[in-house]
């Protein structure tokens, strides 16, 4: 393993209150990843890219799911479409249900039904969109209640059919940095667990900076026990990252995060995408949840 920490270790509680949780993904090898346009800050397409070292650093992600124990199903890339490593964006499931993505760019838009037909030809109910949304990019279960992000790419609207589909709250939360256009740039989930009554404990760690005055005052009164990373830790994608409750993947360059995570009894695991972030995605941008 080229991971920075140990993962081929079985994962042990290393903290009382932290219960890893076996999670189900899906994934995309970016076989044909590339800057070729650019649809957000980070994508220079004048830089050159490194597809080969794109597919290692993504098949150390992999690698890194696997050796935790996690179920990691993968997409056949499309060779017009280099952003479909993002899978992340390409739906939202819960209880076996796929609220299909709509993109807002051009570029990206014949992902939203390639994604739609994997989730159908893999047994989920595909619940069609009809307002732009970006998936996982812009919404986070956490606990019982959907985080949604907009102001850059998935619309208000989006919020509102979301809310229909799953029958659950939906918390609007307005970006306002275009660095983080995506909600899943500006907040992690660590810990949605389920225990015999349901959810018994789900927190967050969240760049402030991220959101406008009132976004920053519901996340402070709905989750006073957050992590506040700092402004350097966010500007690398460091929240851009995925826990298990216990095992959070992070960027091995967001070293405050690191240690916030490790003071609260997580087990960071360093993966590197550096060349995906050439895209202007990372970790969690690769990786989206299935939940049967
Ligand atoms: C956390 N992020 C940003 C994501 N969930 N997705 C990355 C999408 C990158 C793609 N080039 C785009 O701009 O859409």
Same mark, same amino acid.
Request: net charge negative; aromatic share 8%.
């Given at each position: 393993?080229?991971? @920075?920490?140990?993962?081929?270790?079985? %994962?042990?509680?290393?903290?009382?209150?932290? &219960?890893?949780?076996?999670?189900?993904?899906?994934?995309?090898?970016? *076989?044909?990843?590339?800057?070729?346009?650019?649809?957000?800050?980070?994508?220079?397409? !004048?830089?050159?890219?490194?597809?080969?070292?794109?597919?290692?650093?993504?098949?150390?992600?992999?690698?890194?799911?696997?050796? $935790?124990?996690?179920? =990691?199903?993968?997409?056949?890339?499309?060779?017009?479409?280099?952003?479909?490593?993002?899978?992340?964006?390409?739906? /939202?499931?819960?209880?076996?249900?796929?609220?299909?993505?709509?993109?807002?760019? %051009?570029?990206?838009?014949?992902?939203?039904?390639?994604?739609?037909?994997?989730? #159908? !030809?893999?047994? /989920?109910?595909?619940?069609?969109?009809?307002?732009?949304?970006?998936?996982?990019?812009?919404?986070?279960?956490?606990?019982?209640?959907?985080?949604?992000?907009?102001? +850059?790419?998935?619309?208000?609207?989006?919020?509102?059919? $979301?809310?229909?589909? /799953?029958?659950?709250? &939906?918390?609007?939360?307005?970006? =306002?940095?275009?660095? +983080?256009?995506?909600? *899943?740039?500006?907040?992690?989930?660590?810990?949605?667990?389920?225990?015999?009554?349901?959810?018994?404990? !789900?927190?967050? !760690?969240?760049?402030?900076? #991220? /959101?406008?005055?009132?976004? @920053?005052?519901? $996340?402070?009164?709905?989750?006073?026990?957050?992590?506040?990373?700092? *402004? *350097?830790?966010? %500007?690398?994608?460091?929240?851009?990252?995925?826990?298990?409750?216990?095992?959070?993947?992070?960027?091995?360059?967001?070293?405050?995060?690191?240690?916030?995570?490790?003071?609260?009894?997580?087990?960071?695991?360093?993966?590197?995408?550096?060349?995906?972030?050439?895209?202007?995605?990372?970790?969690?941008?690769?990786?989206?949840?299935?939940?049967?």
């Amino acid at each position: 393993m080229s991971t @920075q920490n140990a993962v081929s270790a079985p %994962a042990v509680d290393t903290h009382a209150s932290r &219960v890893q949780q076996r999670r189900t993904y899906l994934m995309c090898r970016p *076989d044909h990843f590339t800057v070729s346009y650019s649809i957000n800050p980070w994508m220079e397409p !004048a830089n050159p890219t490194d597809t080969a070292l794109a597919v290692s650093q993504w098949q150390k992600l992999h690698d890194t799911y696997i050796a $935790l124990g996690h179920e =990691v199903h993968l997409i056949d890339p499309i060779a017009s479409l280099p952003d479909m490593v993002y899978t992340a964006n390409g739906g /939202f499931i819960i209880d076996g249900v796929a609220y299909g993505a709509k993109f807002r760019f %051009a570029e990206r838009q014949p992902e939203g039904p390639a994604f739609m037909e994997w989730f #159908a !030809a893999n047994g /989920f109910a595909v619940a069609d969109p009809v307002e732009v949304n970006e998936g996982e990019g812009d919404f986070l279960l956490v606990g019982d209640v959907i985080l949604a992000g907009t102001g +850059f790419r998935s619309t208000g609207d989006s919020h509102g059919e $979301l809310g229909r589909v /799953f029958g659950k709250e &939906v918390i609007s939360l307005n970006l =306002v940095d275009p660095r +983080f256009y995506h909600l *899943d740039t500006a907040i992690s989930v660590l810990d949605p667990v389920e225990g015999p009554n349901g959810v018994e404990k !789900a927190n967050i !760690a969240y760049l402030p900076g #991220a /959101f406008d005055a009132e976004g @920053q005052r519901i $996340l402070a009164e709905r989750f006073p026990d957050a992590i506040k990373v700092s *402004d *350097d830790d966010g %500007a690398v994608f460091g929240l851009n990252s995925s826990s298990d409750g216990l095992n959070v993947i992070i960027s091995p360059r967001a070293k405050g995060f690191e240690k916030q995570l490790r003071e609260r009894g997580y087990n960071p695991v360093l993966v590197d995408l550096s060349e995906l972030l050439l895209g202007g995605g990372g970790i969690k941008c690769c990786t989206l949840e299935l939940r049967r």
